[in-house]
């Protein structure tokens, strides 16, 4: 290469190195997270376990196969994640738009142009001609004060957020497709309980017409059994549309028709179980929630909007180049002899701009506070769920051991009221309450035991559980 291509190429590649040698933004330091040093009730909290739940892949924590085909189907159809991925896509553009500030733009340029010579005193000089051709960096900032650093950084620190972003409905996806399966298998459980219930109750019905219709019993008895046949009717209704609902949530989170997928499970409700997950701190949270690291990205993001504010108060230097041929004949553009190149450097130094670059900073160091209070509040957030987790789990098995207690009590004061009445100790009223009695404990079992799994599966859930699946792609069009 000649000297005369080499000279401006030099002091362009010169420039490049000597820009963003400075940069204005804040030193980020990461704040104190304004919660406790321990969660309340975590003592001896999944005791036994050595997996903290954001490294407790979801098919390990899911022992129901059903419930696992059903999430993977989820994480490869569901929309909301789709568009998190696609918001990926969108944010790493941004990010390669900044990056691609920091270089000059070196393009191809032609021109041609034609204007009058006065050559002499009355304008009779003719037509000048220039013809150029050859490759251009137009209007190549100088970063010296690193505003276009910063701005990248505030880019890509905007795409980490979006990535955590995605993580974070990924974990929020796999515990709703959870939770709703496990809902439709309590609303099996409840049905079957239903039906059972009003069998008993239609026999008790029948039996009471057919003891007032022999002037053994009073009308009462016929009433009091038919109000309990029409009160299974209608928790039948409420059942089967409420499993329903069920199905047609469980629908839209997998993304797919679900077809025969549940109707050929072989799971039932009283089976299901999940793994044990300890506690941890509260400052692992900072590590494992998605959402506090998105929330701490959208700070650093903020911190360097500061430093691009900063940096406008400061010269802003730009290079505009050419290097190429040029000739006042277009035949001879590219004979020897044609070669040239321009520099042409502009140094802009804000004096008076009606308090803009001001109140940009202001904008920014705002923005940074609303950044750094997003973020405390996401770890308090976080802190709360954790807590209300554990005191679930602390207190649900009680819950669950008691309410089972009441069931089986209920059932031998039925049997015992049964044989009362078929002894002519006690009346048919007796036998009908424990009835009533016996259906509320049963269905307050499996209610009791679904807010138990529901529990586990929010504490695996709130610890950042969920979203460690390297296996699992998501497709998008």
């Known amino acids: 290469m000649s000297s005369k291509v080499s000279t401006p190429l030099f002091i362009a590649a010169s420039a490049i190195f000597v820009s963003g040698c400075a940069s204005l933004a804040p030193k980020y330091t990461r704040p104190a997270a304004p919660v406790a040093a321990q969660f309340p009730g975590a003592a001896g909290f999944g005791a036994g376990a050595t997996t903290a739940a954001s490294d407790f892949e979801w098919q390990n924590f899911f022992t129901d196969v059903r419930l696992r085909q059903l999430i993977g189907s989820a994480l490869q159809n569901n929309r909301d ?3 998190a991925v696609l918001n990926i896509e969108q944010a790493r553009a941004q990010l390669d738009i900044r990056r691609a500030d920091q270089f000059p733009t070196v393009g191809a340029a032609v021109s041609a142009s034609r204007q009058p010579n006065p050559a002499s005193a009355n304008g009779a000089g003719g037509i000048t001609s220039v013809y150029s051709a050859g490759l ?8 010296f004060f690193g505003r276009i650093a910063s701005l990248k950084d505030a880019a890509l620190a905007q795409y980490l957020a979006t990535e955590e972003t995605r993580k974070s409905a990924q974990i929020s996806l796999v515990a709703s497709v959870a939770n709703t399966y496990l809902g439709l298998l309590a609303d099996d459980e ?28 009073s009308e009462l008895d016929v009433r009091s059994a038919e109000s309990l046949l029409e009160a299974a009717n209608t928790a039948l209704a409420q059942q089967t549309r409420q499993r329903a609902l069920s199905e047609n949530a469980l629908t839209l989170l997998v993304g797919k028709s679900l077809g025969s997928d549940l109707a050929n499970k072989d799971s039932s409700f009283s089976a299901v179980t999940l793994q044990g997950i300890p506690a941890g701190l509260p400052s692992d949270l900072l590590e494992r929630r998605p959402d506090i690291r998105q929330a701490e990205q959208q700070l650093i993001a903020a911190n360097a909007n500061i430093g691009a504010a900063r940096a406008a108060f400061f010269p802003r230097i730009s290079l505009t180049a050419t290097a190429g041929t040029a000739s006042s004949r277009l035949a001879s553009l590219f004979q020897a002899g044609t070669w040239g190149w321009t520099l042409a450097p502009q140094l802009l130094l804000p004096i008076f701009d009606a308090g803009r670059n001001r109140a940009g900073l202001a904008t920014s160091k705002a923005a940074q506070g609303i950044a750094l209070a997003t973020y405390e509040k996401a770890i308090q957030t976080a802190f709360r769920e954790v807590s209300d987790a554990l005191a679930g789990g602390a207190t649900y098995a009680e819950q669950l051991r008691a309410a089972q207690a009441q069931a089986n009590a209920e059932a031998v004061r039925l049997r015992l009221a049964e044989l009362r009445f078929q002894n002519g100790v006690a009346s048919q009223l007796d036998q009908l309450d424990a009835q ?9 079992v499996v209610q009791t035991r679904l807010a138990q799994l529901q529990n586990q599966v929010t ?7 969920g979203w460690k699946d390297e296996a699992v792609v998501v497709r998008t069009p």
């Open 81 to 83: 994640l789709r568009i």
């Open 136 to 143: 251009a960096i137009t209007a190549y900032e100088l970063d």
């Open 190 to 217: 409840l049905l079957i309980i239903t039906q059972q219930t009003l069998s008993t109750r239609q026999t008790s019905f029948k039996l009471a017409k057919l003891r007032f219709d022999s002037g053994v019993a």
């Open 436 to 444: 009533r009695s016996l259906f509320a404990a049963r269905q307050a």
């Open 459 to 465: 504490l695996y859930k709130v610890l950042g559980g």
